[in-house]
């Protein structure tokens, strides 16, 4: 459409940190009134390139720009540090449950189709919250099987890296890129729910029940590292919500 | 012609633009030509300032946008709530005030606050 503008107001919205049903908005919005100023300018005798160009570096860098409107809906810089924080744990969690359930799954006397079945559901689950946690943290979700990747071999007796904990890597991989590169609020919450369903199966098993149900130092240690990145959840929650009730409040 | 400290006018951006918009609804770009044609080009809006304040704005209810149509092009229009106009009447009696300790702090005796 234009070229230059068009690119700009891309930087804008990758920036820019709003509710999703305002953003076409303040986009549209902002080319309008690049639109006018570059007008303006071919006015004064600016060829329709240099007009275009001069209305951009009026309008200064395009990061600064969905900085300064993120901050002016509510925004506060402190609650992607947060999600970040709480998807990095939380997926950590999720991904040693998966693996805890596929040690458990050989040992479990399931006919073939049955067992096939359980893992095809284990890795659609993983597949799904990886898909959330990308829309949510965007290009820091692949962060989580990073850090997974490089903890895993530690954790474990034998060394290297076995198909089916490999296999929930990828999934929760593949999903965050895909969630990263779209916006909708609504897919969300199946994916928590998908990770939460992992999480419970995992909480649901023997040896998790020995561990955080028995022993009571155990169990407050075990529940305190489950409920910490929940904790950073509503943290950030509470800051959007502070944020715009705070822009809502009466004036100073 | 000299211009307007940026630092100054930034400070009192929300009020330079609720006083444009107590005149009748505008859209942004139009509130920075009208902010130029009346004070001469002395005072000028920065471009990436005008749309965090117009939004800040927004959002505490002081002005009130909607789409509209207007020279083949759609543009969101923004209007002064009830909550904007007595906002604006609340800084211009502080603005009298802080004008009229600045006159007699600088020496300046031309304007007494009865003529602001």
């Known amino acids: 459409m234009h070229p230059p503008i068009s690119e700009y107001l891309a930087g804008v919205r990758r920036g820019l940190r709003c509710p999703l049903e305002r953003r076409p908005e303040v986009m549209e919005e902002l080319c309008g009134h690049l639109l006018d100023r570059a007008d303006a300018l071919m006015g004064q005798g600016l060829s329709h390139a240099e007009a275009r160009r001069q209305a951009l570096r009026e309008m200064g860098p395009g990061w600064f720009l969905a900085l300064r409107l993120s901050l002016a809906n509510g925004w506060s810089p402190l609650v992607p540090l947060f999600r970040q924080i709480w998807a990095m744990g939380l997926g950590f969690q999720v991904l040693v449950a998966a693996v805890m359930v596929s040690e458990r799954a050989p040992e479990v006397q399931f006919m073939p189709v049955r067992e096939a079945c359980a893992y095809g559901v284990l890795l659609a689950a993983l597949l799904t919250f990886g898909f959330a946690m990308g829309r949510i943290v965007r290009s820091w979700a692949w962060a989580i099987t990073l850090i997974f990747a490089l903890i895993m071999p530690f954790t474990r007796e034998s060394q290297g890296i076995e198909a089916l904990p490999l296999s929930a890597m990828i999934a929760v991989f593949v999903g965050s890129v895909l969630g990263s590169r779209r916006e909708s609020p609504s897919l969300a919450r199946p994916a928590w729910a998908a990770g939460g369903a992992v999480m419970l199966w995992w909480l649901g098993s023997d040896e998790s029940a020995r561990g955080l149900l028995v022993s009571l130092p155990d169990a407050v240690v075990g529940w305190a590292i489950v409920a910490s990145p929940w904790l950073l959840w509503l943290s950030a929650r509470g800051l959007e919500q502070l944020g715009r009730r705070r822009l809502a409040g009466p004036a100073e | ?116």
Do not use: C
Request: glycine residues 12%.
């Open chain 2, 1 to 116: 012609m000299p211009r307007t400290d940026d630092k100054l006018l930034e400070g009192n951006l929300a009020t330079v633009l609720m006083a444009i918009l107590s005149d009748g609804p505008s859209y942004g770009y139009a509130i920075i030509v009208e902010a130029e044609g009346r004070t001469g080009g002395r005072l000028r809006v920065r471009q990436n300032a005008l749309y965090p304040a117009l939004h800040k704005l927004e959002g505490r209810g002081m002005i009130a946008g909607e789409w509209r149509e207007a020279g083949g092009r759609r543009r969101r229009y923004y209007r002064l709530t009830p909550k904007g106009r007595k906002e604006l009447e609340r800084r211009r009696a502080r603005w009298r005030e802080f004008a009229a300790s600045m006159n007699g702090v600088l020496g300046e005796t031309r304007y007494a606050p009865a003529d602001l």
